[in-house]
């Protein structure tokens, strides 16, 4: 792979995505598969988790099997709330038997902790916005000679002037936000939009049985505060990890430093540690 792409091979990126018909997940499969240079926050994150993971994720084109249940399960939420705010642009109000339907379509057999945190958007959907976009696809040209970076925005609103990037996450606990994300989010809303003012949301959900008897909330909502300076530091981040991820292409010999535990390669991985982590 090259180090970076030229503003015309970007363009014909961003044309690729505007005709794409499937998700961005197997957008970005394809663009690996053919080795197209791109930068993602999952691949970022990836890298810096452990590099021995990206080269089996990105590298060697291995995926975890069976897929992850938490993988699973947030991606049929992610569907469903986005049907959510599809209805919402239509001008049906949220309606919970209703998402649960859709649910059930995306997954035959869903259990209770992944219906009820479905209800829990449905009370909690976001009421006097105009909905921008609901999982808006985007390719956002970086410079320094950095390959484009890929993404998803979850959920993008207006009131007045103000724009709105909301991502929501899912979990057994909530995990909070890594703000490069966010950051992602914001420049592309910023330039697509021309979006003067923009400000960020994570909406976590916690998985839960039963939510009468919870102790604790099982639905947060934070705004993530954004300074002027964070492009800047994102960028510095997404350098590193190109690099980072350009050494591995080269040499694809490396060390697993991440928490093994937390891996979903854990099983299969030949380098896993067989510890609680591979620091010990």
Not at 14 to 34: H, K, M, N, P, V
Not at 61 to 79: C, I, N, S, T
Not at 126 to 152: A, T
Request: net charge positive; with cysteine.
């Amino acid at each position: 792979q090259s180090g970076g792409l030229s503003m015309a091979d970007y363009e014909a990126l961003a044309r690729r995505l505007a005709d794409w018909s499937g998700t961005i997940g197997e957008f970005s499969q394809t663009l690996d598969r053919e080795k197209v240079p791109y930068l993602s926050f999952s691949k970022v994150t990836c890298v810096e988790f452990c590099g021995y993971r990206y080269l089996l994720e990105y590298v060697k084109l291995q995926r975890p099997r069976p897929e992850p249940d938490y993988f699973v399960k947030g991606q049929a939420f992610h569907e469903t709330v986005a049907s959510l705010y599809r209805d919402l642009t239509q001008g049906r109000p949220a309606d919970e038997n209703a998402l649960l339907d859709v649910l059930r379509r995306t997954l035959p057999h869903p259990t209770i902790d992944v219906e009820n945190a479905v209800r829990l958007a449905a009370r909690n959907a976001y009421q006097g916005f105009e909905v921008i976009g609901v999982e808006e696809p985007f390719v956002l040209s970086l410079d320094g000679g950095l390959p484009p970076c890929v993404g998803v925005v979850d959920l993008i609103l207006r009131r007045g002037k103000t724009f709105f990037v909301v991502d929501h996450k899912t979990g057994k606990k909530f995990n909070g936000a890594d703000d490069l994300q966010l950051v992602l989010y914001r420049e592309y809303v910023r330039r697509q939009y021309q979006a003067v003012r923009c400000l960020a949301f994570v909406d976590e959900y916690r998985w839960v049985p039963n939510l009468a008897t919870i102790r604790k909330p099982a639905f947060q909502r934070t705004r993530i505060p954004l300074g002027r300076t964070d492009w800047r530091l994102a960028t510095r981040r997404l350098a590193w990890a190109h690099r980072r991820i350009q050494e591995i292409q080269k040499n694809q010999d490396v060390w697993a430093l991440g928490e093994c535990y937390m891996c979903p390669y854990r099983g299969t991985c030949p380098k896993a540690s067989v510890g609680y982590s591979s620091y010990w």
